[in-house]
Structures are given as structure tokens and as C-alpha cells.
């Protein structure tokens, strides 16, 4: 791993190129196969639905990326309700290209295991395939890691199989998978608060936060796109739906 690499916040010109890191880390994984079937068009539907959580989260979260543009995460601040992108449901409709049912089920199944108390959601954690191999997946949630003792809540995601022991060296812990029909396996995760805090951990009790918090967000967020680590070969995670 280059130790000299540095990580910085996304500024608004990132805002393609990390859609475009995303698509590219996710293209070859099972979940990207199932979402878009046809795959002519699986890149392009990709980046459209990846950007529109990207905007969005320059507004309702934050980016963090590698100063040469090869490794991202983006994650939303789920401490209180947050409203859908402008016209969602028409861009996308538009970005999915004719596979919108299958965002939707995604989203679907990813809002039963969503947490319904204030945290924050991991939506993405991408390495570019070039790149991939060299510890970058490790440097990300390094830094992942401190902004979140230092925010002191608790925190979600949503992996594919191959991403749980990387994540697990972070602090995350499986709670019960998700089986897409005829599709991969999605294992959501959660990351306590800082152990001398009072926050209360990511549960999904009944009474929920506010329904503008529980919107669709049928996005390649939620589960950790191809990761990459020295010893470890992770996939895609956050699914497509930061919500």
C-alpha cells in the first residue's frame, strides 16, 4: 500500500469521476449482473443511478477519496429523516434504463434491515479494478473508522459475502443476510458507537425516525463495491440504496 496516499473530501467537480470509479467497481460483480441483466448496457445504467446518490450525498452525507481519484466512500448522515433526490422517480426510471423493478425489489428488502435510529450509512466503499489489491480498501476504512469515533454514532452498511471479514476488522458486525431471488446474498452490517459512548446501536425497533427517512433509494449504495485489500479480494457492497 502507498502510505503516502492521501484521502480528501469530494469537492462538486468529483461528482462524475466518483460515479464513474463506483460503475467501474461494481461492473463486475454478481449484484451489478443481477440489477442489470443486459450487459451491454450495465456500466452505463450503473454510473446514471451511482450519480444520482453521489449529488446526493454532496448534499445529505459525505465523500471521501483518494487525491489520485482510485478509491471512494460515500456515506449519508442518517441522523434524522433526509428527503429523496429531486424528481427520483423519474430520474430513475430514466437512469435505470428498463431495470427499475429490479431497483425497486433491491430497495425493497434493503428497508427491512435498514436501521431506524439516527446513524450513519456506508452506502459505498469503491476501488478501482486497476488499483484494486493494494490496500486501499484498508486505507479508506481507516479513515472511515476515526471520522466515526469522532462523530460517535453508530453505523450501517450492507456487503456481499467477500467483504464481511474486512469490515469485521473495522468494528462491523453481521446481522441476518438478505438472498436476492435468484441473485447474490447481501449480508447487512453494523458498527457500534465508540465503546464510551451512550449512543445506542443501529436496531430496527418499530417506531421509526420519520417517513421522509425511510424514502426508496435504489442507488448502487449499501453495499461495499469491490473492495481491495493486501491479503484480501472483497466485492461490492452497498448495494445500490443509501438509505
Known sequence: MDT???IRAA?????NPVAA???DALHPTPLAAWLV???PRRRQVITDVAAIWVEHAMFFGD??????LTAVTVGFHRYRPIPPPAQYRIRLTDAAAGHVDRFDLL?????MKQPTEPHYHL????????NQNAGLATAMLTHHRSRLDRIDLPAWTVTPPDGQSLLARYGYTPRP??????GPTLHPMRRNAHRHSGSAMPINPARAIGTAGRVSMSSPAALVSRQADPAIDHLDPNRFHPR
Not at 11 to 15: G, L, P, S, V, Y
Not at 63 to 68: M, P, R, S, V, Y
Not at 123 to 130: E, Q, T
Open 4 to 6: 503516502t496516499a492521501r
Open 11 to 15: 469537492r462538486w467537480a468529483d461528482k
Open 21 to 23: 470509479l463506483i460503475a
Open 37 to 39: 441483466p443486459n450487459p
Open 63 to 68: 465523500i471521501h477519496l483518494t487525491d489520485d
Open 107 to 111: 430497495d425493497s428488502l434493503l428497508s
Open 123 to 130: 452506502a459505498f466503499l469503491a476501488v478501482r479494478p486497476a
Open 177 to 182: 443476510a438478505i438472498a436476492l431471488p435468484d
